[in-house]
Structures are given as C-alpha cells and as structure tokens.
C-alpha cells in the first residue's frame, strides 16, 4: 500500500480539494481508501455523501479495517497540524503533500514551514504542490520555480484555480464529473499530480 498524506498548515489553499480528486485519480490505478482526518469540517466526508466516487472514505474511527488490500492510502490531514505532527507524517507516510498557493505571502509561509521541518528532520518523503494557480499564464509555475530556487521539493504538477473545482465540492462529485467548459483542463491537473505521485 502507498501512503501518501495531504496536510497544511495554512487555510484555504486546496487541502482537501486535493485529496478528494487525487484519491478519484488514482482510483484508475487500484483500490484507495481515503482517511478524512479534518474534524474541523469534514469535508471529504461530506462530499462522498453528496455523490458516488470510486474509493472509499472513511473517518479515523473506521480507518482500521477500511483500509485493508487498499493499493493507496490517502490522508486527509488535520488542518494547521503542528510542526511536530508534520514531521510525524513525513517520518510514517510514504509521501506527504503540502499545498501552497500562489500568492506571496502564500510561498514565503511555505518557505518559512520548509526551514522550521527541514529543521527537524529528513524530508525525502515531503513535497509542496502549487494550489490555485490562475489558469492562464504562469503564474504557478514562477511559485514553484522560486520555491524551487530556495530549495523547496515540489511537485512539476501545478493545480489551477477553476470553478469547476467549486462546482465538484458543492455537488460532492470529482472535477471530471461535472459540467464546466474547464472541468477537463481541471481533472488533467489531477491526473498530473497522480503520475508524479506514483512515479
């Protein structure tokens, strides 16, 4: 099974919108089980009761024995854990992705988290995902870049801000379920997140 954990310490920058649709994409390649662990909202929770997906969530309560024969385990993270949570995470999980976005305040919070973890231990497993890019331009890229520069891990995937991805939440679907003339472009974000993580 792979682990891979989603976790912030900031608001509002896609956390579980991108566990969500990162657990329908790799619900292609096998089975997932999908942890929603925010209790402050639960929102994983609340959208698989909205519609049907192809990967099971679960609560922490029934995480036991949900996840068994699961080809990938996603976590849903606690939102704004402590530093010593995140470095629990990247210490016990295969990979541990931490949305940033664009936004200068937005990278440099990223950068100062990257320092106080790198801190404390080994990284390997960590990697930040551009989150809310616009979707023309390139903007997120520039965001990755310069992390990048500063020797933040991140993901080439960069997910770009669509109101599809509002559409997705309000219904409880997945991006590629619904109509939206930039559901595609959307949902071939995902995917692209997918491929980077089981690479």
Do not use: Y
């Not at 440099?108 to 890019?133: E, F, M, P």
């Not at 959307?186 to 995917?191: E, F, G, H, S």
């Amino acid at each position: 099974m792979k682990r891979i954990a989603v976790t912030s310490e900031k608001g509002g920058v896609g956390k579980s919108t991108l566990a969500f649709n990162l657990a329908g994409a790799l619900a292609e390649r096998g089975r997932v089980a999908l942890v929603d662990e925010d209790t402050r909202v639960r929102s994983c929770l609340q959208w698989a009761e909205l519609a049907p997906v192809p990967f099971e969530v679960l609560s922490p309560e029934q995480a036991g024995q949900g996840i068994k024969g699961a080809a990938f385990l996603i976590v849903d993270s606690e939102g704004r854990p402590a530093v010593d949570d995140l470095l629990e995470l990247a210490r016990t999980f295969d990979q541990v992705l931490i949305p940033c976005g664009v936004s200068r305040l937005e990278v440099q919070s990223t950068l100062n988290l990257w320092r106080q973890l790198r801190a404390g231990d080994d990284l390997a497993a960590v990697r930040v995902v551009i989150t809310k890019a616009p979707p023309v331009g390139r903007v997120g890229q520039e965001a990755r870049d310069a992390l990048r520069g500063a020797g933040v891990t991140c993901l080439e995937a960069v997910v770009r801000r669509c109101a599809a991805h509002e559409r997705a939440a309000e219904a409880g679907g997945l991006v590629r379920d619904v109509r939206d003339d930039r559901a595609r472009e959307a949902w071939a974000d995902i995917q692209a997140v997918a491929r980077e993580v089981v690479a």
